[in-house]
C-alpha cells in the first residue's frame, strides 16, 4: 500500500464502502448486487493489485499484498463475496488508520525538530534585505527579530535578549544573551531585536547537521528490525504454502472444499505480518522521536538499541567530568613578568583549538599580531611549538619539555602544569584548574543503579589531578597522562570486557567514540567532529541525560518486544483456531488490523511514559 496517504485514501474506503453497502439492497443476486459487489472490491482493492504487480518486478513478490489478494479471490471463488469486500475494506481502513498514526508521530518530531529558517535578514549598510538563508556567507551581519528563529549560527554584536534553545536542548529554561555571545541556528528570539555576525553558512550551521542527522536516523537499523524484515521474506511464502495445504490436502481426503477453503482464507488474513512490519520500525522511530524532545540525538534504531546494552562506561575528564571552564590560578617566573609570559603563551597557543589554549589566548584580551606567528606546530597529547618574530617557543605539559630536551623544574602542584620554554629555555610555568559538574556526582551514582559493571576515566591530565577528581567522584578505575591513541588502546582491551561505550567532549576524542562499541559526545553544541563521530550526541551538557537516553532505550526494547511477543501470540492463537473451524474472518480480521492497531498504540505510549 502507498506509505503517504491523502485525504483521498478515506474517501476511496468511504465510497468502497457505500458501494458494498448498495449491494445489499440488491440481495437476490441479480445483476446489480454483482456488479456493486464487483465495482466495490475493485475501487478498495486496485492500488493493492498495482503494488503487487511493480513488486513482481522488483522480485519481491511475497508481501502482505498478495496474501490479501490470495485472501479475497478465493472468498470469490467460494461465493463468499460479502467476506471478501470486508476483508480488504477492513484491511484498508486499518492501513489507513495505521499510517496516519505513524504520520502523526513522525509530524510531532519533525514538530520538534522544526530548526530550519527559510530566510535570513541580511543587514546591507542602513538597510535590511530579506533574502534566503543559503544565499548568505560567513561574517554577513543580519538581524533577528522578536520570535523569529535563529538562521545562522554567529556572534552577536549588538543588543541583548533572551532566546528559547529548546529544540536544540530539550531545556525550556531561557538562555539570556548578550554582545560577544555566541547563538546557534534553531533557536528562537524571545524579546529583543539583535545583530549577529554569522560564523557559518546554512550547510555548516548546527541546525542543517542536526536536520541531516535526524533524516538519515532511519539509515541504521537495528538488529530486531533486521530480523523483523528476514522474518517477513520467508514468514509470508510459508504462509502461502501451508494455506494451500489446508484447502487442498483436508478435500482430496474426502472433506468438503468450501468448507477448507474458506478456513485457507481464515488462515491467510490472520497471517498477514502488518502489525510487526509496522510497529517494530514504529517503535524504534518513537524512541528516537521521544530523545530528541528531551535534547538527546540518537543516530539510528541501531544506536538506540545498543543504548540498552552498555556494560562497561568510559569517561573523558575535561569537558565531560568537569566543566572545562578552566582558570588560571598561579603564574610563576624569576624573569619575566605575568604579563609577558601570557602574551608569549598566547601568542603560541593562538591557532591551537585546545580549550587550555582558549584559556590562555583569552587571559591575555589584547589583539594578536598573526604575522608574527610562523612555524605552528600541535602536537597531540603534548603542547605546541611555533616561531614567534624569531624566537622558538614551546609552551605545554612535562612530555613537550622532555620531548625537545629541555633543562625543567617539574611542578607536582595540583591543576593542569603548563610550562614555557623560549628558544630552548625554561622559563615559566603556569597552573590552570577546572570545576567538576554538580551532575558528575549524580550521574556516577546513578549508572551503577543502571546495571553498569565499570566505569573508567581516561584522561590526559598528570595523575595527581585525575587521582583528585575521580576521588572526589569516588571513580576507582582511572589511566592518566594519556596520549590520544593511548585512550584508542585502551578502549580496545575495556571493550574485550564487555560492551563498551565511551563519553566524551566531541573536541578531541573522535578517535576513542569510533573505537568504542557505542560513543557518546556531551557538551558540543556546534562541534562538527561530535555529531560526525558520536552514535549519541547530547545537546548540552546535563550528564544525567546519558541515564534518560539509557532508560528511553529500554523502554523501547520493552515495548517493541511486547508488540512483538503480543502480535505473534494473537496469531498464533487464531491460527490454530482457523485450521480446526473454530473462528470466522472476523477473528482473522482482529488478528490483522486489530492487533496491528494495538500494536501501535502501544508503541506511542514511548512519547507519554514519564522517564526520570
Keep these: 500500500m502507498k506509505k503517504h496517504f491523502l485525504n483521498f485514501d478515506f474517501i476511496k474506503i468511504i465510497i468502497g464502502g457505500i458501494l458494498f453497502g448498495l449491494s445489499f439492497l440488491f440481495e437476490e443476486k441479480t445483476n446489480l448486487y454483482f456488479i456493486f459487489i464487483f465495482l466495490s472490491y475493485i475501487f478498495l482493492s486496485y492500488e493493492m493489485f498495482i503494488d503487487a504487480i511493480k513488486k513482481i518486478f522488483k522480485k519481491e513478490i511475497f508481501d502482505e499484498n498478495l496474501l490479501m489478494i490470495i485472501a479475497t479471490i478465493s472468498a470469490f471463488c467460494i461465493g463468499e463475496y460479502p467476506e471478501a469486500i470486508m476483508v480488504i475494506l477492513l484491511f484498508d481502513l486499518g492501513e489507513y488508520l495505521s499510517h496516519q ?6 509530524k510531532s518530531i519533525t514538530n520538534l525538530m522544526d530548526l530550519r529558517s527559510d530566510y535570513i535578514n541580511l543587514k546591507e549598510n542602513e538597510s535590511i534585505k530579506k533574502v534566503d538563508v543559503k544565499q548568505a556567507k560567513i561574517d554577513d551581519i543580519f538581524i533577528v527579530k522578536p520570535g523569529e528563529k535563529i538562521p545562522l549560527d554567529g556572534i552577536v554584536i549588538n543588543g541583548k535578549t533572551d532566546i528559547d534553545s529548546s529544540a536544540l536542548t530539550g531545556e525550556s529554561k531561557p538562555q539570556m544573551i548578550k554582545v560577544g555571545d555566541t547563538v546557534l541556528s534553531g533557536c528562537i ?3 529583543s531585536l539583535i545583530t549577529v555576525k554569522a560564523t557559518s553558512i546554512y550547510e555548516t550551521s548546527t541546525a542543517a547537521k542536526i536536520i541531516e542527522l535526524m533524516e538519515k536516523s532511519g539509515e541504521h537499523k537495528a538488529n530486531t528490525e533486521k530480523f523483523i524484515t528476514r522474518f517477513a521474506r520467508i514468514y509470508t511464502p510459508i504462509i502461502v504454502v501451508l494455506a494451500i495445504l489446508i484447502a487442498i490436502i483436508p478435500t482430496l481426503l474426502g472433506g468438503d472444499f ?3 477453503v474458506y478456513r485457507s482464507l481464515v488462515f491467510i488474513v490472520t497471517s498477514c505480518p502488518c502489525a510487526l512490519v509496522i510497529s517494530v520500525p514504529l517503535g524504534f522511530f518513537c524512541g528516537i522521536g521521544r530523545a530528541s524532545k528531551d535534547g538527546i540525538l540518537i543516530k539510528g534504531s541501531s544506536e538506540l538499541e545498543k543504548l540498552s546494552k552498555i556494560k562497561n562506561i568510559v569517561l573523558d575528564k575535561t569537558g565531560t567530568l568537569t566543566k572545562g571552564n578552566f582558570e588560571i590560578v598561579k603564574i610563576f617566573s624569576n624573569k619575566l613578568s605575568n604579563d609577558k609570559i601570557i602574551e608569549k603563551m598566547a601568542y603560541a597557543e593562538y591557532f591551537s583549538t585546545h580549550p587550555i589554549s582558549r584559556v590562555i589566548v583569552n587571559k591575555f584580551n589584547k589583539k594578536i599580531e598573526e604575522s608574527k606567528i610562523h612555524e605552528f606546530e600541535e602536537i597531540s597529547g603534548y603542547g605546541v611549538k611555533v616561531k614567534i618574530d624569531n624566537d622558538v617557543v614551546l609552551v605545554g605539559n612535562e612530555k613537550l619539555m622532555k620531548k625537545e630536551n629541555i633543562d625543567f623544574e617539574k611542578i607536582n602542584e595540583l ?29 556516577i551514582n546513578k549508572l551503577y543503579k543502571e546495571n553498569i559493571n565499570r566505569v573508567v576515566v581516561l584522561s590526559g591530565d598528570n595523575n595527581e589531578i585525575v587521582k583528585n577528581v575521580c576521588n572526589e567522584l569516588k571513580i576507582k578505575e582511572y589511566y592518566d597522562s594519556l596520549l590520544p591513541i593511548d585512550k584508542v588502546n585502551l578502549v580496545k582491551k575495556i571493550k574485550e570486557d564487555n560492551f563498551t561505550a565511551f563519553i566524551g567532549d566531541g573536541i578531541n576524542d573522535a578517535p576513542v567514540i569510533k573505537e568504542s562499541d557505542l560513543g557518546i559526545s ?23 541525560k546519558v541515564i534518560k537516553a539509557i532508560k528511553i532505550s529500554k523502554l523501547t526494547n520493552t515495548i517493541i518486544k511486547t508488540n512483538i511477543v503480543f502480535a505473534l501470540s494473537v496469531k498464533l492463537l487464531i491460527l490454530i ?14 488478528a490483522d488490523v486489530g492487533v496491528t492497531l494495538l ?13 526520570k
Design 258 to 260: 468450501h468448507t477448507w
Design 101 to 106: 498514526a505513524v504520520k502523526n508521530s513522525k
Design 577 to 590: 483456531l482457523a485450521i480446526f473451524g473454530i473462528t470466522t474472518i472476523w477473528g482473522a480480521v482482529f
Design 415 to 443: 591543576g593542569t602544569i603548563v610550562y614555557l620554554s623560549i628558544n630552548h629555555n625554561y622559563e615559566s610555568y603556569i597552573i590552570i584548574n577546572d570545576e567538576i559538574k554538580k551532575e558528575a556526582y549524580e550521574l
Design 522 to 544: 556531551m557538551g558540543i553544541i556546534g562541534t562538527d567532529a561530535a555529531i560526525e563521530a558520536a552514535d549519541v550526541v547530547l545537546m548540552n551538557d546535563d550528564l544525567n
Design 189 to 191: 528570539n524571545n524579546r
Design 599 to 611: 500494536a501501535i498504540l502501544n508503541s506511542l505510549r514511548i512519547f507519554k511514559i514519564k522517564i
